[in-house]
């Protein structure tokens, strides 16, 4: 369970505030700002626009699935308090059929499927360095290593927009993991489990009955599987109207997201560098993408 959809890199300076632990945090710089979502979707437009043009140095066709709009790409995350949004796309299930659609009809794959065998051998090359891609480990928070292929016209354009890839690896790397290291401490938190009763009692006063977000998202997805499909995302929006009602109420989000950035903060003396190196190379890198491509309606 994850409070934010995305980016665990925040920090704070003031300290326990009723954390778990008693220790203070020294004072430190401010750090450097995350992005947005909408920015977020322009590196990643970059990046395929950059595969696309490389892809075609080498004589292949690189087309774009499928697209969402900033709207559909907005993360949702276990707290959700934007009411008309969930109005619109309720938890976002027909965000994500869309999402499956779109990669089941990647023009990509049918084109690749199209090509002699040698043809194909090529093209798997210039994509991705083919099976003679070096091998890039990485190690993360907790323990365990990624282990991912690099090469060919994707690992260009991850160059092109972070520089080195083992540093923006690492940085990545760590970024993505830190949250099973503090996971267990935020839904322990005091703060945060008077907030998540306070969002229970306020459903349970809407006529939804549900310990927690997580449970209500798994039962409505339970339930709507056996409804017709019209009556089944009214019933999604239904609860999740309400959900962003009770959250937006109790301040659910606004403790979560709070409550999370203590605790990465706390691990700051650990991966604090890295951390660091993560939101300056992607900063580095949208300076990159607004030259590259424009942003998405």
């Known amino acids: 369970m994850a409070v934010i959809a995305a980016g665990v890199t925040g920090c704070t300076d003031d300290g326990d505030r009723g954390g778990a632990s008693g220790a203070t945090t ?39 699935r499928e ?5 559909e790409e907005r993360p949702v995350g276990y707290v959700q308090d934007d009411v008309t949004w969930a109005r619109e796309h309720g938890y976002g299930s027909r965000i994500r059929e869309k ?5 089941r009809e990647d023009p990509n794959y049918r084109y690749r499927a199209q090509l002699p065998a040698t043809r194909g ?3 798997d090359t210039a994509l991705d360095g083919g099976r003679d891609a070096k091998q890039l480990s990485v190690d993360v928070p907790g323990g365990g290593t990624i282990r991912k292929h690099v090469g060919g016209c994707l ?54 009955s549900y310990a927690d977000p997580a449970e209500a998202r798994d039962d409505v997805a339970k339930r709507a599987s056996s409804r017709p499909g019209s009556e089944a995302f009214r019933f999604e929006s239904r609860v999740a109207v309400a959900d962003a009602e009770c959250a937006r109420e ?14 990465v903060d706390r691990l700051r003396d650990r ?8 939101r300056r190379l992607r900063l580095h890198a949208l300076d990159r993408a607004e030259k590259i491509v424009g942003p998405r309606g």
């Open 271 to 278: 991966y604090g560098a890295d951390l660091d190196t993560y």
């Open 155 to 208: 690992a260009e354009a991850q160059t092109k927009l972070y520089g080195e890839l083992r540093t923006w690896s690492r940085a990545d790397a760590v970024a993505g993991n830190l949250r099973p290291l503090y996971v267990s401490d935020l839904l322990r938190d005091k703060q945060f489990t008077a907030a998540v009763a306070a969002w229970a009692r306020c459903m349970r006063q809407s006529g939804h």
């Open 121 to 123: 051998t090529a093209y």
């Open 250 to 263: 109790t301040s659910l989000k606004a403790t979560g997201t709070e409550r999370e950035a203590y605790y």
């Open 26 to 64: 020294a004072p430190r710089a401010t750090p450097l700002r995350d992005l947005t979502y909408v920015e977020e979707t322009r590196l990643s437009d970059a990046e395929q626009r950059l595969v696309q043009l490389c892809m075609e140095r080498h004589g292949f066709r690189y087309g774009w």
């Open 99 to 103: 999402t499956d659609r779109a990669r």
């Open 67 to 71: 697209r969402l709009t900033l709207e």
